[in-house]
């Protein structure tokens, strides 16, 4: 075994080890709470502990991403000839951003009853383009998946 996959596997057991203590913790300490508790005071006995569960996702949403964008300009310096490959998928990825954001909306929408501070045409645009961005992307796969199935019927 080589020294980086090694190295992947220890980050990869240590990161499931954490996640497996936190779920741990959230049931151990929400084991206790009856379930016809109301909404508000199993948000004040519930908030710590979600508040971590946020923290540690965004930890290893951070991780992802530092992975996703490393890797490719590391692949990119080490293989030259494969380096139009990366930036070809990296083009591709903008455009469907740019797509998704000039199909997104930023309308500030008018809901009965929500006095929020995140109704504001930026967060809106920003939440917009996610969304088209997802939509996009999984019509893709969905569209590559056919073709693959149907190309092989043919050959």
Do not use: C
């Amino acid at each position: 075994m080589s020294n980086i996959s090694k190295i992947t596997s220890i980050m990869l057991y240590t990161l499931m080890a954490i996640s497996i203590i936190l779920l741990v913790m959230f049931y151990k300490a929400t084991s206790d709470i009856p379930v016809d508790t109301d909404f508000d005071t199993q948000i004040d006995l519930y908030g710590g502990i979600l508040d971590m569960f946020i923290g540690w996702a965004y930890v290893l949403m951070g991780i992802a991403a530092v992975a996703a964008l490393s890797f490719p300009i590391i692949r990119m310096f080490t293989r030259p000839k494969e380096a139009v490959k990366s930036l070809l998928s990296f083009a591709v990825v903008a455009v469907v951003i740019f797509i998704a954001y000039t199909l997104a909306d930023d309308k500030v929408l008018h809901l009965i009853g929500y006095d929020g501070q995140d109704n504001v045409p930026g967060t809106l645009k920003f939440a917009g383009t996610m969304l088209w961005s997802a939509y996009i992307l999984l019509f893709g796969v969905i569209g590559s998946i056919l073709y693959v199935e149907i190309s092989k019927i043919f050959k």
